[in-house]
T-cell receptor, first 114, second 113 residues
Framework: EAGVTQSPTHLIKTRGQQATLRCSPI?????VYWYQQALGLGLQFLLW???????NRGNFPPRFSGRQFPNYSSELNVNALELEDSALYLC?????????????FGQGTRLTVV | AQSVTQPDIHITVSEGASLELRCNYS??????LFWYVQSPGQGLQLLLK??????LVQGIKGFEAEFKRSQSSFNLRKPSVHWSDAAEYFC???????????FGKGTRLLVKP
């Protein structure tokens, strides 16, 4: 069974540009979570999508946005990139509201803003 | 609001020594608690989880964790550390209205030969 897949693996953008990151959850999972892992800051919760809707949002500016498609895959968009957006972006998926279900993580997309 | 605190940023232990990584959480009801491990440049792998029942849970790679409600803690332990255990460890809590996973800032484990 395929795990959570993220693309691209690496992404280099210039300040002010837009970045689009993609995530495919494990088959049967309806929830997708996005996290930012910047150096020394741990995992910062960005967004949670479930059944195509945004369910919760972390403390990030509106230029961080995303969506979830009917097949439960998801996109994270970061507009007007800033240097401090450079980080590893991790996507995770889980079964929705199932007691004890854990989040399964992808390998991440390393975004570098220059 | 949910929160997770991992008080130790770095821990160094000798190979073969015992290990305990601390995790304290803040949550209004019975939480779902998790420990994940992240090797350099990799995603996170689940070590173990707790959501009810026996407060001592066993995980993969010889790890265990104990849930102590009175102390709001969920500490991770291993009796004998191997060099391959060197990684970053994250404690997480899940549940509540948002039902999102909230992670601590992580503890980096270094293993001395």
């Amino acid at each position: 069974e395929a795990g959570v897949t993220q693309s691209p693996t690496h992404l280099i953008k210039t300040r002010g540009q837009q970045a689009t990151l993609r995530c495919s959850p494990i088959s049967g999972h309806t929830s997708v979570y996005w996290y930012q892992q910047a150096l020394g800051l741990g995992l910062q919760f960005l967004l949670w999508y479930d059944e195509g809707e945004e369910r919760n949002r972390g403390n990030f500016p509106p230029r961080f946005s995303g969506r979830q498609f009917p097949n439960y895959s998801s996109e994270l968009n970061v507009n007007a990139l800033e240097l401090e957006d450079s980080a590893l972006y991790l996507c995770a998926s889980s079964l929705r509201f199932r007691v004890g279900s854990e989040a399964f993580f992808g390998q991440g997309t390393r975004l570098t803003v220059v | 609001a949910q929160s997770v605190t991992q008080p130790d940023i770095h821990i160094t232990v000798s190979e073969g020594a015992s290990l305990e990584l601390r995790c304290n959480y803040s949550y209004g009801a019975t939480p779902y608690l998790f420990w994940y491990v992240q090797s350099p440049g990799q995603g996170l792998q689940l070590l173990l989880k707790y959501f009810s029942g026996d407060t001592l849970v066993q995980g993969i790679k010889g790890f265990e964790a104990e849930f102590k409600r009175s102390q709001s803690s969920f500490n991770l332990r291993k009796p004998s550390v191997h060099w391959s255990d060197a990684a970053e460890y994250f404690c997480a809590v899940s549940g509540g209205q948002g039902f999102s996973f909230i992670f601590g800032k992580g503890t980096r484990l270094l293993v001395k030969p």
